[in-house]
């Protein structure tokens, strides 16, 4: 059984910052890429960023420079630094994570359950 728990959402004005973990547990050999997607009411889900197990990262143009993703390897943990934030930013935020089981031979995408994020003007 493997489970994504995301953390740090809350209510924040407009120009204010939050913090957003995944935190990855269970039976998991190896994490291969992970990622932060988010959904605004009435729209798609979009990509907000991602990261590799090397550390290279990949951000939506909309949060570039405003936005910074990390990961801690050892404690299977990911982050979303989330500075100047904007009322467009308002969505749930939900983590990604491509995961490999302990015993098996293949990887596959694991969801977490979304934390909010409100941005007020």
């Known amino acids: 059984q493997v489970q994504l728990v995301e953390s740090g959402g809350d209510l924040v004005q407009a120009g204010g910052s939050l913090r957003l973990s995944c935190a990855a547990s269970?039976?998991?050999?190896?994490?291969?890429?992970m990622g932060w997607y988010r959904q605004a009411p009435g729209q798609q889900r979009e990509l907000v960023a991602t990261?590799?197990?090397?550390?290279?990262?990949n951000y939506a143009d909309s949060v570039k420079g405003r936005f910074t993703i990390s990961r801690d390897n050892v404690k299977n943990t990911m982050y979303l630094q989330m500075n100047n934030l904007k009322p467009e930013d308002t969505a749930i935020y939900s983590c990604?994570?491509?995961?490999?089981?302990?015993?098996?031979?293949?990887?596959?995408?694991?969801w977490g359950q979304g934390t909010q994020v409100t941005v007020s003007s």
């Open positions: 269970g039976s998991i050999f190896s994490i291969n890429v």
């Open positions: 990604n994570a491509n995961i490999r089981r302990a015993y098996t031979t293949y990887a596959r995408d694991y």
């Open positions: 990261i590799t197990r090397g550390g290279s990262t």
